[in-house]
Each structure stands twice: as structure tokens, then as C-alpha cells.
């Protein structure tokens, strides 16, 4: 698994991505927050082709990350 885990480390650094805990099913995000971040959604979407655009939320992809 060692192979693996260093994938997913260096995805994980090249994409920006990181180990976020939610204390809860439900959190409140200030609106702001929320509309600064649609707009840097929309800009990195529009790099792809619509059929290479995923939804992965609620599928069991979640995993510990280390």
C-alpha cells in the first residue's frame, strides 16, 4: 500500500487538496464564503470538457486520507 498512499499524497499536494473534519452533518458556510468559492468552481470547471466532469459526493469514495 505503499505505492498507493504515496499516489495519493502527491494528487493530493499537486491538486490542493487536504484533510478537512466537519464536526456534523450540517455547518453553516458565511455566504460569502460560498460565492467566492462558486466562482473559483465555475473557473476551474471551465477547463474540462463537460463528459470529463464527475459528481462524487455521497458515493462512498471518502476515505481517511493520510
Known amino acids: 500500500l505503499k505505492c498507493a498512499n504515496s499516489w495519493v ?3 493530493k499536494l499537486h491538486n490542493g487538496l487536504q484533510k478537512v473534519n466537519f464536526l456534523g452533518e450540517a455547518n ?3 455566504i460569502k464564503n460560498l460565492l467566492a468559492e462558486r466562482v473559483r468552481l465555475r473557473a476551474l470547471l471551465a477547463k474540462y470538457n463537460v463528459e470529463d466532469i464527475y459528481n462524487a ?9 493520510n
Open 9 to 11: 499524497y502527491r494528487f
Open 28 to 30: 453553516s458556510t458565511p
Open 57 to 65: 459526493d455521497e458515493t462512498g469514495l471518502f476515505f481517511e486520507w
